[in-house]
């Protein structure tokens, strides 16, 4: 276990991990405590691969330390919260297979400690009703050569009081005042210039109903709700950094009953898609994809319809690390993952995409016979299956050329091929329609080849896949790529919406599979041989079969 630790440690090169040790350590700040995390989402948007990192950082670095993790909604701001996001949420975590047990918590739970708190830093000269406007405030803000102003400041303690009841009674305007920190106004840390704490927003709350009509900021709300809570580490994004000064702040003066800690590490960027909530949710809104869970979506719920298996996305997460720069990530990294955790479990399938017939012209007309073919290379423990073999089947259109072609090893007149696992044939030619299209291909068998084998030992380069033309189920498939032509289509002042990839759906329909397909459930993985790794897609039936495409069988990721 313990050599486990250190060898996930170092894969991730974890400096949290190393500042958690000092902590526990003895003589740290947290000697004898136990490790506790949370993973704070607002309920605004679902899940990505983001979050993805930062649930597994959360919950797995209080997984090694043998501690717990709490999840809360962070549901402080109540503009755009929704309840089908927080189900969403949840469900999302659980298919990752983390556990907070019963610690599920809301934000908004602690609205009337955070008032609490806020009256505190009142009462002790820390806090103030300000009645700059919004726009005034930020006419007021000063540079880094003069501080901000606020006439508001030095008034006292018993108006503040008086005025911060009366903004919770709804004495007062939406934005006519706010209740902010008295901390510098000469602070090079922008964040720290007496910044606002609660500001007068009547807006209808999905848990508090219009209880309030004002409402902490998320630096305030935050670190009390880690007090509350008894976190020991916080763990968020790069982007907090400036306002841990803020944070440690409000744990310092106000009477929390605890001291977190925040330590922040970079984001997950990944190329060719965009990962903020507030485009996604434009994507789902606009029609440029079917829905949240669209399986070109980089959201948990996409991922998962697209055939990504909940270790393939902990590996990544692992395996990227957690760092102090935020950096992007190679798409072809998390697909290769994927192909690393389908390669090991995904049952060998024949599926013909672009069918067309192929006749075997030798093989008695009535007769059939079976192969075993072994359900997965790598795992004898799946066993083997049957298929049936007559003389007429399904091959991939491509698999056959009129002419010979240099470095072409598949079927065209004169050429032998092997039919995967069945026998070796020998092209003779092809019978076209009208505009000169290929309807049926000719071959003869080698009745000496059973199997696939050559008694002779002569070469036959090469083999493709078959579906047996008399026993088969069709099936609609859905082969997917980049949302976005651009690597980074959200960069600099680019509008992410001009860089779609028309072509990023390609659906194809009488694909024709082996029979048994038509059970597919939706955890079970396949890799229909030669074309990719599939899965069943969830508006599948047993009247039209459909399979997405998880990720094809070719690795574009190349280690730097
Ligand atoms: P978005 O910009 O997508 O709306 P957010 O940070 O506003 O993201 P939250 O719901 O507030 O979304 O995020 C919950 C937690 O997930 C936060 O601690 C946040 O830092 C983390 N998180 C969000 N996006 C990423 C990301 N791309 N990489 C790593 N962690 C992330
Ligand atoms: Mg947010």
């Known amino acids: 276990m313990a050599e486990e630790i250190k060898a996930a440690e170092n894969a991730a090169g974890n400096f949290i991990y190393d500042f958690i040790t000092e902590d526990i350590a003895p003589g740290g700040q947290y ?96 806090a103030y009703v300000c009645e700059l406007t919004p726009d005034q405030m930020r006419a007021n803000r000063g540079d880094l050569s003069h501080p901000a102003v606020s006439p508001y400041r030095d008034r006292p303690v018993e108006e503040s009081l008086r005025l911060f009841e009366g903004m919770k009674n709804g004495e007062y305007p939406d934005g006519s005042m706010t209740l902010r920190a008295k901390i510098d106004l000469a602070s090079g840390n922008f964040n720290m210039r007496d910044p606002v704490i609660y500001r007068i927003n009547r807006l209808h709350h999905h848990r508090t109903g219009d209880k309030w009509c004002i409402y902490p900021m998320y630096d305030f709300a935050h670190p009390i709700e880690d007090a509350i809570e008894g976190i020991t580490h916080s ?92 950096s992007v990530v190679d798409y072809a990294f998390l697909e290769h993952c994927l192909r690393e955790d389908l390669n090991e479990r995904a049952q060998r399938v024949m599926v013909v995409l672009r069918p067309v017939k192929l006749v075997i012209t030798n093989y008695p007309e009535g007769q059939t016979e079976s192969f075993e073919i072994e359900n997965n290379p790598n795992r004898e423990e799946d066993g083997k299956r049957t298929i049936t073999f007559s003389r007429e089947c399904y091959i991939e259109a491509e698999d056959f050329l009129e002419e010979k072609v240099k470095g072409y090893n598949r079927l065209y007149p004169g050429n032998e091929v092997r039919l995967k696992s069945a026998y070796i044939v020998k092209c003779t030619g092809c019978k076209k329609d009208e505009n000169g299209n290929v309807v049926e291909v000719y071959a003869e068998y080698d009745p000496e080849t059973r199997g696939g084998d050559t008694p002779d030992g002569r070469k036959v380069r090469g083999t493709i896949h078959w579906v047996n033309a008399e026993s088969y189920v069709e099936a609609e498939v859905r082969l997917y790529d980049n949302l976005f032509t651009d690597p980074e289509p959200d960069t600099g002042d680019k509008n992410f919406l001009d860089y779609i990839n028309p072509e990023s759906l390609v659906v194809l329909q009488g694909c024709k599979a082996e029979p048994f397909l038509a059970s597919a459930g939706l955890t079970d993985r396949y890799q229909f041989m030669r074309c990719g790794y599939f899965c069943a897609d969830k508006d599948s039936t047993a009247g039209h079969l459909i399979f997405n495409r998880s990720v094809s069988l070719k690795d574009g990721f190349k280690k730097k």
């Open 31 to 126: 000697e004898g405590r136990e490790v506790h995390t949370r993973f704070p989402p607002e309920p605004n948007g679902y899940l990505h691969i983001g979050h993805a990192k930062a649930i597994c950082v959360d919950f797995g670095m209080a997984e090694r330390f043998g501690g717990k993790c709490n999840l809360r909604m962070d549901d402080t701001n109540p503009t755009k919260e929704d309840v089908e996001y927080v189900d969403a949420i949840k469900e999302d975590i659980a298919w990752l297979g983390f556990h907070w047990d019963d610690r599920f918590y809301f934000a908004s739970e602690y609205f009337d400690d955070m008032y609490h708190y806020a009256v505190e830093l009142i009462e002790k000269g820390l």
């Open 235 to 326: 763990l968020c994004t790069l982007e907090f950094e400036d306002h841990r000064p803020l944070y440690d702040w409000v744990i310092k003066n106000t009477s929390v009953p605890n001291v977190p800690r925040q330590i922040e590490f970079a984001r997950l960027g990944i190329n060719n898609t965009v990962m903020s909530k507030r485009k996604l949710r434009q994507l789902v809104e606009d029609h440029f994809v079917s829905g949240w869970d669209d399986p070109r979506m980089p959201t948990l719920c996409g991922l998962r319809r697209r055939g990504y298996t909940p270790a393939s996305i902990r590996n990544f997460c692992e395996r990227i690390g957690v760092a102090k720069t935020n």
